[in-house]
């Protein structure tokens, strides 16, 4: 069992806890996630990792209500427990085996897409950490969906917040404003890495390829064991097939069959929002709404 | 007198019935038919049984207690040699091992050597009958990675020895393939599984569950700085293969692993288990092994129409011969001979159908079974909407990558002494599918075994 340590709403449906996790505060690093299961009915769900305290051995996870599982993760509070917790999973990310005096000289460029600043906020934690500075697009459909702020402004160099709205920064989608930062301001930049939905990460790629700027991305598919067993999470790399779970999951965002990543993604979203309203509504839910198929 | 050239037949659950349902395939036998079963073994003096047997059980020695209605002694004879007997009893190829061998087998059926070894594993498990445990602890500390039946082998072998063993799972639940691969209608997880866990919990050994060697931490670091004086590696197979062919990341192709892990594991043929399973309406798995009759058989209990696509004949198919035959008499059709060279996928990406070409066997290969080559012109498709790959795993890096000094052959397993499990890196043991590739449960028990004696012998002499 897995102790929840603090509990905190960032935003509408958008959660961050810290939870007590030894192992996995030692050892993880930016890029990696976690799997947590709630009870012993509950499905694993693949977590990223927002930050961690390898002294007070906790690890700190953000998570977006989108199906059965989540919701009711959602509900947790401080001093409940996660049944399972198991990390850190797949690969850091490629800089922290870099040479730290190479990076200084890159310009890096994050964009991150909605809670794609969870998995983004480590990443420029630590290079801040290691004297790197790193600029960070952040964008969200409105301002009161944009989360981790004040932490993000503390590690990064320039922080630009967008919103699709204008309520908030930057009027509009990030890659206008990566082509701004670029065309307009001048920016040169030696890498992007691009994490949030796979919609918005697919148009970030198409962005820098256009701008000529290597882009990792982080990809999030469907997963079962997160060990490499199931295959579930495959996706097409280039000419490969590889596991996100095992190779990932950070890969080459010009090389990501996109397209094909988000079919595979909607396998079970009938299910998914099925299961969804039947946790919402208990037992006032009928089906027949039109919008989750009913339950036959 | 039954005919004593005959087994005494075992009761199963009717075919009709049983391909709706998740219950045990096969009821096992009750004291009577166990003991008018045991009845036949003659007690061979130099028993070929035996020798057949990977953990060397007292097969007549077991045998002559059932027949006298000795069963908890017969328990303890095979407590001896065997860790997980409920299990052996029923997932063993006795026909290629034990009862092959048997002398009964000459002029008749061999002695029913599986379900009597099951007979009394159940018996010890329904009348609480406890493994015997190590007096005092020697104060040295073994830690085992995985929880399948390699792992728990060596974790029971070592703790009876009196070593401090414990055992990391990377998963959320105990026991490797016998919980996540294994369908519950061949070994029932709750009332066996889980409970010849408990018997090797009983013995002192301590479990870990969540724990990925070689991300949450090393081999290295577990020597380091956790103390312990060696370490086994059951961690099993890994990675699954795909095909190649196009169409295969289409919604609706699965690994069969995964198609298993969402339903045993997961248990998402349970309504009230979160994880979902597409279950297929119409599914074909492709392969011919234990795993591949598994997938099938469980589509079919989820209420599909099934077909086994194998391209070879039907004798060269790895399964077991009984599972094959349940396969059959619950409604799987098996297309042999067959390839698939393309799935077929709709404009939402959803598998709608298969291409395939007929085969026809040639000369054999290295193998020494005859190659499969294509017959001209004989290619069709079968309409489906998912496509199951049951092609074997390769094995998973997660530990070799991490742990400096262990060899891994060509293959990338674990290069590993099959006397003793002893690998390329001192202190450290391997055994099971991890080093094989993916083979039997008793094979891994086998090598789990040798691995806790060459453990002893090392630290021993230490």
């Known amino acids: 069992m897995y102790q929840i340590k603090k509990a905190e709403v960032l935003a509408n449906n958008i959660y961050l806890m810290d939870v007590e996790a030894p192992r996995v505060a030692k050892h993880c690093e930016p890029g990696q996630f976690v799997i947590v299961k709630i009870d012993e009915k509950g499905e694993r769900v693949p977590l990223t990792i927002c930050d961690y305290d390898r002294e007070a051995g906790t690890v700190t996870i953000v998570l977006q209500t989108i199906g059965a599982s989540t919701e009711k993760m959602a509900h947790l509070k401080e001093g409940d427990y996660f049944r399972d917790f198991v990390g850190p999973l797949g690969c850091a990310s490629e800089f922290v085996n870099e040479d730290i005096e190479e990076l200084k000289k890159k310009n890096i460029l994050f964009v991150a897409g909605g809670v794609g600043a969870a998995p983004v906020y480590p990443q420029v934690k630590w290079l801040h950490n290691h004297g790197v500075k790193a600029d960070v697009i952040v964008g969200s459909k409105t301002k009161d969906l944009l989360i981790l702020e004040e932490e993000m402004k503390a590690v990064a160099g320039n922080y630009y917040p967008c919103t699709d709205d204008g309520s908030y920064g930057h009027a509009g989608m990030v890659t206008s404003k990566i082509e701004q930062l670029v065309n307009e301001e001048g920016k040169k930049y030696d890498l992007c890495v691009a994490i949030g939905p796979m919609i918005m990460m697919k148009f970030a790629c198409l962005t820098t390829k256009k701008l000529e700027i290597p882009t990792i991305v982080s990809m999030n598919p469907i997963m079962v064991d997160g060990t490499g067993m199931c295959g579930a999470c495959r996706l097409q790399v280039g000419n490969e097939v590889k596991f996100a779970c095992v190779d990932g999951p950070e890969f080459d965002g010009h090389l990501v069959d996109f397209d094909q990543a988000m079919k595979r993604q909607q396998m079970y979203k009938t299910k998914e929002g099925r299961a969804l309203l039947k946790v919402q509504e208990g037992d006032t839910h009928h089906g027949g709404c039109g919008h989750c198929g009913g339950d036959e | ?462």
Not at chain 2, 298 to 312: C, E, K, P
């Open chain 2, 1 to 462: 007198m039954a005919d004593v050239l005959k087994k005494v037949p075992v009761r199963e659950q009717d075919p009709k019935v049983r391909a709706t349902n998740f219950e045990e395939v096969c009821y096992g036998y009750n004291k009577e038919e166990a003991m008018e079963e045991a009845s036949r073994c003659i007690g061979c003096k130099n028993a070929k049984c035996v020798q057949g047997c990977p953990v060397s059980i007292d097969i007549p020695g077991f045998i002559s207690k059932v027949k006298t209605g000795e069963f908890e002694e017969a328990y303890k004879i095979i407590g001896k040699s065997s860790a997980l007997p409920a299990v052996c009893g029923r997932v063993c190829p006795q026909e290629s091992q034990c009862e092959g061998k048997c002398i009964r087998g000459l002029k008749g059926e061999p002695v029913s050597i599986g379900k009597l070894e099951r007979f009394v594993a159940d018996y010890a498990l329904e009348n609480d009958i406890k493994p015997e445990k190590a007096d005092s602890t020697n104060g040295h500390k073994v830690a085992v990675i995985g929880s399948g039946p390699a792992g728990l082998t060596c974790a029971g072998d070592l703790a009876k020895m009196g070593y401090e063993v414990t055992v990391f799972e990377a998963l959320h639940e105990l026991g490797g393939v016998l919980v996540y691969g294994i369908p519950e209608f061949r070994l029932p997880k709750q009332k066996v599984v889980a409970k010849e866990i408990d018997k090797v919990k009983e013995l002192g050994v301590k479990f870990e569950t969540n724990v990925v060697i070689g991300k949450s931490t090393t081999i290295d670091q577990l020597i380091e700085d956790e103390g312990f004086e060696a370490v086994f590696i059951g961690s099993g197979a890994g990675l699954p293969k795909f095909m190649g062919i196009p169409g295969e990341n289409a919604n609706g192709v699965f690994s069969a692993n995964e198609y298993l892990t969402r339903n045993n594991l997961m248990k998402a043929f349970d309504e009230s288990y979160d994880t979902p399973i597409a279950a297929g309406t119409k599914v074909a798995v492709i392969g011919g092994g234990n795993v591949a009759m598994d997938a099938a058989r469980t589509a079919l209990r989820l209420g599909a129409d099934v077909h086994i696509v194998y391209r070879r004949s039907e004798e060269e198919l790895p399964a077991r011969v009984e599972e094959v035959h349940h396969a059959k008499e619950e409604g799987v059709v098996f297309n042999l001979l067959t390839n698939p060279t393309e799935i077929l996928v709709d404009e939402n990406g959803y598998v709608k159908g298969m291409k395939c070409v007929k085969m026809e066997l040639g000369e054999p290969d290295a193998s020494g079974r005859r190659r499969p080559v294509v017959v001209e012109g004989s290619e069709f498709e079968m309409e489906l909407d998912t496509v199951i790959m049951s092609l074997g795993t390769s094995p998973n890096p997660l530990i070799s990558s991490t742990t400096e000094g262990l060899e891994v052959n060509k293959w990338k397993c674990i290069v590993a002494d099959e006397t003793n499990g002893q690998t390329t890196k001192e202190g450290v043991y391997a055994g099971g599918d991890a080093v094989t590739g993916a083979a039997t449960v008793i094979l891994a028990m086998g090598a789990g075994k040798a691995g806790a004696q060459g453990i002893h012998e090392y630290l021993s002499n230490k």
